[in-house]
């Protein structure tokens, strides 16, 4: 998995041999810091975008099958023991208005590099069939998270925040509800050079701006009801500074950046998910403690613990959910969630290379 951070690779070796499954070794690789670069070019139009797509995605798939290779040596595993790669790809738009979703990462190239099977461009098939194609770990959370009494909402904390609603008796829903990490990550690099502010100690000596928060709650996709989904394409730099005046102190416009993160993720909770009884987060806005307590307090009397006391470490479950996803493709069940998605109907998602 690589994700809207654009921080690096996370890989996990999973087996779901025996429910509800079990991590058997896992990486994480940080993206040189050229890549990472690049892939933050193209998430807006530019020169000879197809060339520069296309090299990233190489440089990809050789991230990724390093990775590979990393987590096949800790696990002691043989490549031929792992049936098949899930590979979400790098998202450069997100366009499901206009019918398309782009993830690079060269999946042929993956499976050459490798000699192991790859299942990659998982969205794809949900967009074509009229849905947003995110987000789809839903349907992996209710097979991990579910609960027989309990109303839980699951909350990934990525660079955009999405959520999930498990309830007995209801149908399984959720939605991208807005940022996550990005906007702190993007602002905290430009002021401070760090790729993202370390435990929210950065924002923690700021104050928040009420009058910028107010402006960026005021983005009409907070309001937007789901089946919906974001991404850079809309939470981006520009977003940032059309809602700046001037002067503003960066440490408190950071301040408010988290600020606009807990505030939007609780208002969505209130608003959709009223019976929340639970909030179990995941991703790696878990590490932000800043960031945790003041969702834990906004939340209220739900309390917000991480997903690691419910069998997977937070930072590994987006992974895990691509490895489910591309075991899902293999058996040809479906893979999405049309009550999530918007779909027509459910569908087994992502194309494969065989080995």
Known sequence: MSGTSLDGVDAVLADFAVPPARVMASVHHPFPPSLRQALFALQGAGHDE?????????????????????????????????????????????????????????????????????????????????????????????????????????????????????????????????????????????????????????????????????KMLAEPYFCRPPPKSTGRDLFNEGWVRARLSTGEDPRDVQATLLELTASSISEAIGRSFPRTSRVIACGGGTLNTVLMKRIAKLVKPAPVESSAPHGIDPQLVESMAFAWLARQTLSHAAGNLPSVTGARGERVLGAVYPR
């Open 50 to 214: 197809i060339e520069r797509a296309a090299l990233a995605g190489n440089e990809l798939a050789t991230s990724y099958a390093a990775a590979v290779e990393e987590v096949l040596r800790k696990s002691g595993a043989g490549r031929h023991s792992v049936r098949a790669i899930g590979c979400h790809g790098q998202t450069i738009r997100h366009r499901p208005d206009l019918g398309y979703t782009s993830q690079i990462g060269n999946a042929a190239l993956l499976a050459e590099k490798t000699a192991i099977a790859v299942v990659a461009d998982f969205r794809s098939r949900d967009v074509a069939a009229g849905g947003h194609g995110a987000p789809l770990a839903p349907a992996f959370h209710a097979a991990m998270f579910s609960h027989a009494v309990e109303n839980r909402v699951i909350l990934n904390l990525g660079g955009i925040a999405n959520l999930t609603w498990l309830a007995p008796g209801d149908p399984i829903s959720g939605f991208d509800c807005g940022p996550g990490n990005c906007l702190m990550d993007l602002w905290c690099e430009l002021h401070t050079g760090a790729s993202f502010d370390r435990s929210g100690s950065w924002a923690s000596g700021g104050q928040v701006i009420p009058q910028l928060l107010g």
